[in-house]
């Protein structure tokens, strides 16, 4: 069993910033990618950023040049520091894996809970 625990939600003034992260914890052999989706209020959820144990990193467009995503490998943690927030970035946010390696030969995808992040204008 693996489990994600997000913390660092919460209210925020447009402008402002705040910072998410997510500890995973359990049967883990290795995890490649990590990252973190959203999910705004009658919205579907969707990508925000993701990055690989190697660094690589990806943004949605919408995010691109105000969000950083950062991990540390050897505590299997992922951070998203949010600067410049926007009320339309308002959402539930999910940490997530998709190919957590439990084995040399098993996979597992994983969420998170999800914490909440308001933006008020």
């Known amino acids: 069993q693996v489990q994600l625990v997000e913390s660092g939600g919460g209210l925020v003034q447009a402008g402002g910033s705040l910072r998410l992260s997510c500890a995973a914890s359990?049967?883990?052999?290795?995890?490649?990618?990590m990252g973190w989706h959203r999910q705004a209020p009658g919205k579907q959820r969707e990508l925000v950023a993701t990055?690989?144990?190697?660094?690589?990193?990806n943004y949605a467009d919408a995010v691109k040049d105000r969000f950083t995503i950062s991990r540390d490998n050897g505590k299997n943690t992922v951070n998203l520091q949010m600067n410049s927030r926007k009320p339309e970035d308002t959402a539930v946010y999910y940490c997530y894996a998709p190919a957590v390696r439990t084995t040399p030969v098993e996979f597992l995808e994983v969420w998170g809970q999800g914490t909440l992040v308001t933006v008020s204008s």
């Open positions: 990055i690989t144990k190697d660094g690589n990193t």
């Open positions: 359990g049967r883990i052999f290795s995890i490649n990618t």
